[in-house]
């Protein structure tokens, strides 16, 4: 039997860092075996095909294309003692007497049991596609979503379109007009459905300003047309509920559309682990240690929320690693049980992760992520227990696209009175 002390499920930027971090802990010992799996044919996950620059800022001080940046984790865990299992697809996780039980198929291994003390879930995120938000019209060849157009373009070596609508302004979709429009494609608008774009102010710039670029606010894409492929498509206006305003059609002569409408954590194997999911952000619910609720399951990255950069994505994933190899060998000395407090997304914020906090588990301090609902000017997040404010934050400006984090001293949490409620307010002047 193959038995690990923890194996990590995807190779991303997620899962490297989870391996490095369970790695360089000071609980790791030489007995401890750790094993990643990736169902592509090598490591790095989707920052293989993200040849842009950007990465890289916060983790290492330097700015990086994608496949940089996991080359650096890569090189990181060469001389280390973790297996590595490319090519291979889990396909379920269980608990047995033996201990969880990791079923995979892959081209050299076949069907494989492996288990393991813990695992780390690191999967990532999908793409939503055109079935997911109802387009109507025909349904010719050209709509895309722009990771797959990113990965025609940038590894496969194919040109999806010439003229060219991009739906959604998320950080892919934006990436993806500049792309394209420096391979020679004219890119005639990017179409957003909120009043406010889903992508980094910076990718706004640089994608779209730089490149004369339209960006339509309160717009959708309302039909498609074409036969064999897709020849135009319309877009409208929406009012305040997000519906087509009657008479207020624009129409566009294009061969491709690509979607950029969201992305959605990739938990096919949380939910047959039967682990708790959250409905605001598509993940499990986890405690400061990206503990899931199902005991020894770990989670960290796009599979547990949606990131906008990358180096919080590989914090994230080390904080689930050395939590894991921690883990490991508390089970077999008893875990301290302790008071669980959970975090509750109050005004104006959409969640937060974690949900849930374990003081005995939190040394120093802890970090916690959340996203607001709306556009902020200068404001004030509070964060209160027992109806009393525990401590407040300042900041400039707050945006649904860009993700919020505060570090909770632990010195700061010991006053809380219960569960902890984590609100904005807009200041006034």
Not at 10 to 20: E, Q, T, V
Request: net charge negative.
């Amino acid at each position: 039997m193959d038995k690990y002390s923890i194996i990590i499920v995807g190779g991303g930027p997620a899962g490297l860092a989870a391996a490095y971090g369970a790695w360089k802990s000071e609980k790791f010992r030489e007995s401890d075996k750790i094993l990643i799996i990736e169902r592509d044919k090598e490591l790095g996950g989707i920052l293989n095909q993200c040849i842009h620059n950007g990465f890289g800022l916060h983790y290492f001080k330097e700015e990086l294309t994608g496949p940089e940046y996991a080359e650096r984790f890569v090189r990181m865990l060469e001389d280390s003692p973790i297996e590595i299992m490319t090519d291979t697809m889990v396909l379920e996780i269980t608990r047995e007497s033996e201990g969880i039980k990791v079923c995979t198929i892959g081209k050299n291994v076949g069907y494989t049991n492996l288990y393991a003390d813990t695992i780390v879930l690191s999967m990532g995120c999908r793409e939503r596609t055109r079935g997911a938000i109802g387009i109507s019209g025909t349904r010719p060849a050209g709509v895309f979503t722009a990771g797959t157009a990113q990965r025609y373009v940038n590894i496969e070596g194919y040109m999806p379109g010439r003229r060219v609508v991009v739906l959604g302004s998320g950080d892919i979709g934006l990436i993806m007009a500049r792309r394209m429009t420096l391979e020679g494609a004219k890119v005639l608008a990017c179409v957003e459905l909120m009043p406010f774009s889903s992508g980094l102010t910076r990718n706004i710039v640089q994608c779209l300003h730089d490149y004369d670029i339209p960006l339509y606010l309160s717009h959708t894409i309302t039909e498609i047309r074409g036969e064999k492929r897709v020849e135009q498509v319309v877009m409208s206006r929406v009012d305040e509920n997000r519906r087509p305003i009657a008479g207020s059609e624009v129409v566009f002569d294009c061969d491709t559309l690509l979607l950029s409408v969201g992305l959605i954590p990739e938990n096919e194997l949380s939910k047959t682990a039967n682990i708790e999911l959250d409905m605001r952000t598509g993940g499990p619910v986890v405690s400061e240690s990206m503990e899931t609720s199902s005991s020894g399951i770990f989670a960290c990255g796009n599979v547990l929320h949606v990131h906008d950069l990358v180096d919080f994505v590989s914090q994230e994933g080390e904080r689930a690693g050395i939590s894991a190899i921690s883990y490991v060998h508390e089970i077999s000395q008893g875990r301290e049980k302790s008071d669980i407090f959970k975090l509750i997304n109050g005004a104006n914020v959409s969640y937060t992760v974690p949900q849930r906090m374990d003081m005995a588990r939190i040394s120093n301090n802890t970090t916690v992520f959340f996203r607001v609902n709306r556009v902020f000017a200068q404001s004030r997040i509070s964060v209160t227990s027992g109806g009393v404010e525990i401590v407040s934050y300042k900041r400039t400006h707050m945006l649904p696209a860009e993700m919020e984090r505060i570090l909770l001293p632990k010195k700061i949490l010991e006053r809380a009175n219960g569960d902890i409620t984590i609100s904005c307010t807009e200041e006034t002047r």
